[in-house]
């Protein structure tokens, strides 16, 4: 049950771990990225450390209000997060569900069960950063992350901010034989659990504080649907995934990104899987998307703490914006008018009006939203500020890498080059409804969506 070492990044300089055997306290994995049993190197190196010797416990800390979090999200979480505390009881591993302050809560708990060491999940975001190092801080135990996020590990496929996917595709690749490798399976405990509290999910419920006027999907969470939805894209849609993924009333896409965000699947098992099918262009278009682009994200949050904001946009973007900035517009719209597809376009509105209904908007559409936010926005701040909000607030796949590198993309240039000068956009790539109109049905997704 070996975890490449190259995925394990100390947090703090305390080191007791090279001797499993020189503390008898519990090894405690704070899960905090990766919502699930199977396919989860962190838990996996937690087993690993305890061994038959230590006991192991898993613990999740709730923070009551989380950046734009909506309950659509929580009820997605905590669901999934239920399965995993029925699948770890089977193993004879313990979940402790705790609210609050992470870190403060995590020490307060390490210290309660004395824990001889903690693991937890890697994360780029600048918020998780900051409990991870508040925790690191004043843990007298060792801390450390393990990657389980990227196929190759963040921190080792490269030391700085990567300009493109050109540039990172070939570092992946070249690395790809080493740790696209199979996951061992988590083996039961055979020594006694510490006393912990259950679980209280009802009280879970009760202390977020959050938007509930944003409710629940119809998508299902957790492991298991992650991994039976999988299993549906490989089977029914991969074959056709590379010619028909962009367009929205194809069904092509795999739907996956809700269950990647909340950790419930793991894209190194979607990327074992779809690579065990043998081969084709659908396979090579969706690894492409899965570990080059999805990696690179994860890169840029990473190494640039602007990733939510223009400053983390390349310099030849700020500056045709800039010289844009002044441009008349011929539609403004203020946030609320955005939130509630009152916009004059039909198409833009169908787009919000899918992410609203469903916690999902296909791509090539996402892309098409977020750039019009800019050509109806006062401001390209603005702009961003709109996508990021109402992405966070109504996706899934919200709050995530992923959706701040999509904002960046759309609205100013992030990875791309710069294209022919247009009012407003400057040189940011530009897509508009004639070009929606060649790729797909246009009026079937409007009819379907408005």
């Known amino acids: 049950m070996r975890v490449n070492e190259k995925r394990i990044y100390a947090l703090n300089d305390i080191s007791n771990i090279g001797n499993p055997d020189s503390c008898g306290g519990p090894v405690l994995y704070w899960m905090s990225r990766e919502h699930r049993v199977q396919d989860n190197w962190g838990l996996i190196h937690a087993r690993m450390l305890a061994g038959d010797s230590r006991p192991l416990v898993v613990v999740f800390v709730m923070s009551p209000s989380f950046m734009c979090a909506t309950f659509r999200q929580c009820d997605f979480m905590l669901k999934g997060l239920e399965e995993v505390a ?4 089977k193993l004879g591993i313990p979940f402790v569900l705790r609210v ?78 080493e740790f696209l490798e199979e996951f061992p399976k988590i083996t039961p405990m055979n020594i006694s659990p510490p006393d912990v509290d259950p679980p209280d999910w009802n009280g879970a419920y009760r202390a977020i ?24 894209f490989i089977k029914n849609k991969l074959k056709n995934y590379a010619e028909k993924r962009n367009d929205p009333n194809a069904e092509a896409t795999s739907r996956l990104s809700a269950y990647f965000n909340f950790g419930q699947l793991a894209p190194q098992r979607a990327a074992l899987d779809v690579h065990g099918t043998g081969g084709g262009e659908g396979q090579d278009a969706f690894l492409e998307e899965l570990i080059v682009r999805r990696e690179l994200s994860e890169n840029f949050c990473f190494y640039n703490p602007d990733y939510a904001s223009l400053n ?18 011929q539609y403004v719209y203020t946030r609320e008018e955005f939130e509630q597809g009152r916009t004059h376009s039909l198409l833009w509105n169908a787009a919000q009006n899918q992410m609203r209904r469903t916690g999902y908007m296909h791509g090539y559409m996402r892309m098409y939203w977020a750039k019009k936010i800019l050509e109806w926005s006062p401001s390209p701040e603005d702009a961003l500020k709109t996508a990021i909000i109402l992405n966070d607030r109504y996706q899934l796949d919200g709050r995530s890498p992923n959706g701040y590198v999509g904002a960046l993309w759309s609205i100013a240039g992030l990875h791309d080059r710069a294209w022919k000068g247009r009012p407003v956009y400057g040189t940011v790539r530009y897509m508009n409804e004639r070009g929606c109109r060649r790729k797909f049905n246009v009026n079937e997704y409007i009819s379907r969506w408005s």
């Open 312 to 329: 983390g946009a390349p310099n030849w973007a700020v500056k045709t914006l800039d010289e844009h900035r002044a441009d008349p517009r």
């Open 209 to 232: 504080n959050v938007d509930r006027s944003i409710l629940p999907v119809e998508t299902d969470p957790g492991e298991i649907a992650a991994s039976i939805a999988l299993q549906f």
């Open 86 to 89: 029925g699948g770890l009881s």
């Open 100 to 177: 609050g302050s992470p870190a403060a809560e995590l020490v307060k708990f390490a210290n309660e069960i004395g824990a001889s060491v903690v693991v937890t999940d890697f994360n780029p975001l600048k918020m998780e950063q900051s409990w991870q190092r508040a925790a690191a801080g004043a843990l007298h135990i060792p801390l450390m992350e393990v990657d389980g996020r990227n196929i190759v590990p963040a921190r080792f496929v490269s030391d700085k901010h990567e300009y493109s996917a050109r540039t990172i595709r070939l570092k992946i690749h070249r690395l790809l034989f």
